[in-house]
């Protein structure tokens, strides 16, 4: 059978994925999948065309995080402000993410991919959400990488939703004000169980969060590129993993 994610390549360059500790790879990390758009300008092409590459980067991402240990990798795919794009672009984007499901729905089954797509469904098209539904149904019972992907997502959303929930718990008696803890609005996030970010990594030169993730990310490591999302690669990732390993992560305290 040809897999569509391709043939494995050598690791070449200047990192190599056997400097990796595999005893310190990063369990949970995000990537703000950014510069589809300006990938596509300086090669004279419609924006279009840089994020169907985009979409092309996430296939080969998946399996490279899963090859180098990552047990969870959350994408972001469209934020809540990205409304604010023109209408075709935002048209092009969410038939794209139908276009990938249906087509690397069996291929991600086969790699034993277990998908959950988060944020606010209600604004997206019935049929998306139902594209969306079906996916998540076919590769609930997975055990390997979890993918989050990110959809109409913000992350002061997020973090309202998950205090709107927890005042209705105490509204109908379940929870008292004095009970609510960290631990009692995380219950409620969209990535729950696996909420604390390890490593968030960052392609096409901008230095921000963007309002991703903004509680999962209390004490991740943050990686940036100059690279745009369609010319992101293992090596790549290798890389951030490299960087992630260098450092020293106290979470406040003393070493």
Known sequence: MINFFGKKKETAGSVSEAMLDPNNIPRHVAIIMDGNGR??????????????????????????????GIKVLTVYAFSTENWKRPDEEVSYIMKLMKSYLSKNLLELKEHNVQLHVIGDMKRLHPDLQDTFSQAEAEMAANTGLILNVAVNYGGRLEITQAARKVAEAVRDGQIRPEDISEATLAQYLYTEPENDVDLL?????????????????????FWYTQLCWPDFSKDTLVEAILSFQGRERRFGGLK
């Open 39 to 68: 990938w596509a300008k300086r090669k004279g092409l419609p924006r279009s065309y840089g994020h169907r590459a985009g979409a092309d980067t996430l296939k080969r991402i998946v399996v490279a995080a899963d090859d180098l």
């Open 201 to 221: 990594i960052r392609p096409g030169a901008d230095k921000r969060v963007s309002n991703f993730l903004l509680w999962q990310m209390a004490y991740a490591e």
